[in-house]
């Protein structure tokens, strides 16, 4: 399984866009990066998933430059509903299918 | 949107007790899973199923507990005798047949918070 790292916490504010990196050195040809955002006392949520270059869907964008060893979450203009952990993965293909979950990134927004 | 529900909410029981905790997964996913997440910590693995069998449980998954899916739609956690460290919100998830990609694809349910006293 590939090794994770990304900020234990951020704080931004109210409108801003967020840019929250992961890096995973050690990412493997058919391994997908995947994010996950959970709100306390709930469930983690798929967010956004991405093997190559940039995606974008109605919540959030994920940039993974060409050698894929790091990848960039980035929520737009974010409200005070967006404080949440969100939490990088990487894998998927040839791999066990349960997930391991990190510590995530604690992202806190400010009014 | 569909969803996977849990039941109940939270649970309150004495140690040594039975609980069941329930979920009903996604209606056309086949893959089905418990993870747990003790107050403050990560979120724990603690069992994959599918085709009516175990795909893979981690040490945590003891004899203590067992997963069954009895019907069609629910998908069951038991612990036969709780301990005061079973005290954490229990997450199911299911996922489509779709390998690759999908693996990581997981719809989790609202939790149930069990409470061990």
């Known amino acids: 399984l590939a090794k994770t790292t990304q900020p234990i916490s951020m704080d931004s504010y109210e409108g801003q866009e967020v840019n929250i990196t992961c890096s995973h050195n050690n990412i493997a040809t058919n391994d997908y990066i995947t994010w996950y955002q959970q709100f306390p006392s709930q469930g983690p949520r798929f967010i956004i998933q991405g093997y190559k270059t940039k995606v974008t869907n109605e919540v959030a964008s994920l940039f993974i430059p060409a050698d894929r060893k790091s990848s960039t979450l980035s929520l737009p203009r974010v409200s005070l509903s967006d404080t949440a952990v969100y939490y990088c993965?990487?894998?998927?293909?040839?791999?066990?299918?349960?997930?391991?979950f990190g510590k995530g990134t604690r992202l806190h927004i400010l009014p | 949107e569909p969803e996977v529900t849990q039941t109940p909410s939270h649970q309150v029981t004495q140690m040594g007790q039975e609980v069941i905790l329930r979920c009903v997964p996604i209606?056309?996913?086949?893959?089905f899973y418990w993870y747990r997440q003790i107050l403050g910590q990560k979120v724990e693995f603690l069992v994959s199923f599918y085709n009516n069998e175990i795909s893979e449980k981690s040490e945590i998954f003891d004899d203590q507990f067992s997963v069954e899916r009895p019907d069609g739609s629910n998908f069951t956690l038991k612990i036969r005798s709780t301990k005061l460290e079973d005290s954490a919100m229990y997450f199911c998830?299911?996922?489509?047949?779709?390998?690759?990609?999908?693996?990581?694809?997981?719809?989790f349910g609202p939790g149930t918070r069990l409470t061990v006293t």
């Open positions: 209606s056309n996913h086949l893959y």
């Open positions: 993965l990487v894998g998927g293909l040839n791999r066990d299918d349960k997930i391991i």
């Open positions: 998830a299911s996922r489509t047949s779709a390998s690759g990609r999908a693996r990581y694809e997981q719809y």
